[in-house]
């Protein structure tokens, strides 16, 4: 079964559960076996399976232990949303999501992120990616891998999995153009900021769930979806050509 874990900063209400006496888990994983909240900075694996620990506590704060029934809880901070679970019984691959920022062409949207951890965790950073296709100058619309300091020469041992996240919250707030991994997309932020907006705010429509986005440009979607292509290679082709019909459709065939 899979495991799930929470990660952030706690508010009042998160801080007043943290100091509460753990819950003692009684025989047979009955609902009197919960979760024990910790006050930590970083990303906890806190669960219990006949009140057993398994597994150290390692450098990064993360308590590695089992737990026997499934119990997710999504850790909220005052206005960011934050979850990671557990994919790999290593504790070697995670699966993170992030909330889209508010005021952003990504709000509404749930961005999911692949977290690869290395043995030499944590001296060294995780290596993360988005699952969630996005538009976006700092990350590749192809292959979801991110353009970010902490995950590169930035990194420090005292950093955690929740600074990552709040990081990757804070980049889709602040795009760093100057410094692209997607060169296409930081062209069309830098040179037209408005179709920049329209354009991430419909990829994170399609690929992460956030409101409708323009009517125009789903309509172009539908055109050339109709003549036969691929709708994912039609998004990227419009959305990399200006959303100009005739030289998408050039690509397209070219391809």
Not at 20 to 35: C, H, L, Q
């Amino acid at each position: 079964k899979r495991k799930e874990i929470s990660s952030g900063a706690g508010s009042h209400h998160d801080t007043h559960n943290a100091r509460r006496p753990a819950d003692r888990p009684t025989e047979g994983g009955s609902e009197g076996e919960r979760e024990r909240e910790r006050e930590e900075p970083g990303v906890q694996f806190s669960t219990h399976s006949h009140g057993e620990h398994r597994g150290p506590k390692d450098q990064a704060g993360v308590q590695r232990s089992s737990q026997k029934r499934r119990g997710a809880v999504t850790f909220l901070t005052s206005k960011n949303q934050i979850k990671v679970d557990l994919v790999d019984e290593n504790f070697t691959e995670l699966r993170g999501e992030i909330a889209g920022p508010p005021d952003t062409p990504y709000e509404g949207g749930r961005f999911q992120l692949e977290i690869k951890i290395p043995e030499t965790y944590p001296f060294n950073p995780p290596k993360v990616r988005f699952i969630s296709k996005i538009w976006h100058p700092n990350i590749s619309s192809v292959t979801g891998a991110i353009c970010l300091d902490i995950l590169k020469d930035q990194w420090a041992a005292a950093m955690t999995l929740r600074t990552v996240l709040l990081s990757l919250q804070a980049l889709l707030a602040a795009a760093e153009p100057d410094d692209p991994q997607d060169a296409v997309v930081a062209n069309q932020y830098k040179q037209n900021p408005e179709m920049f907006k329209q354009t991430a705010r419909l990829w994170s429509h399609v690929y992460a769930g956030a409101p409708v986005s323009s009517a125009d440009y789903n309509r172009k979607i539908d055109k050339l979806c109709a003549m036969g292509f691929d709708k994912n290679a039609v998004i990227a082709a419009l959305s990399s050509k200006s959303w100009d019909v005739e030289t998408a459709t050039e690509l397209l065939l070219s391809n």
